[in-house]
């Protein structure tokens, strides 16, 4: 599967974007999804992960409350709300695919099969 992430872009403190990540092929509705963040110089970090059918979620704590990740199976889409955005959530994020069902395991990076290629969020003071 390839997986397009896109609405990144510059957004002031306290605001709202939302990111979508598109995905090709057929099988979409076959893999857990998940968001993850890389701020420069600094290691990539799990922010949120969905199952198959949507129904189940989890979150970092440092996104809890601001950040809720959904998804589209007819539109082979994942989006991740992002509201009351902090300075500290500037980063690319990154949409993947994990062929795996929802486990305890959705927030390790090593877990994912499939990557998108990140989009930039940055967040003003």
């Known amino acids: 599967v390839q997986l397009q992430a896109s609405g990144g872009g510059l957004v002031q403190a306290g605001g709202s974007q939302r990111l979508s990540c598109a995905a090709s092929?057929?099988?979409?509705?076959?893999?857990?999804m998940g968001w993850f963040r890389q701020a420069q110089g600094k290691e990539r970090e799990f922010v949120a992960a969905?199952?198959?059918?949507?129904?189940?979620?989890t979150c970092a704590d440092s996104v809890k409350g601001r950040f809720t990740i959904s998804r589209d199976n007819a539109k082979n889409t994942v989006y991740l709300q992002m509201n009351s955005l902090k300075p500290e959530d500037t980063a690319v994020y990154y949409c993947?695919?994990?062929?795996?069902?929802?486990?305890?395991?959705?927030?390790?990076?090593?877990?994912?099969?499939?990557w998108g290629q990140g989009t930039l969020v940055t967040v003003s003071s």
């Open positions: 993947a695919a994990d062929r795996a069902g929802y486990s305890d395991y959705v927030r390790n990076g090593d877990e994912y099969d499939y």
């Open positions: 969905i199952s198959r059918s949507g129904y189940s979620t």
């Open positions: 092929g057929r099988t979409f509705s076959s893999y857990t």
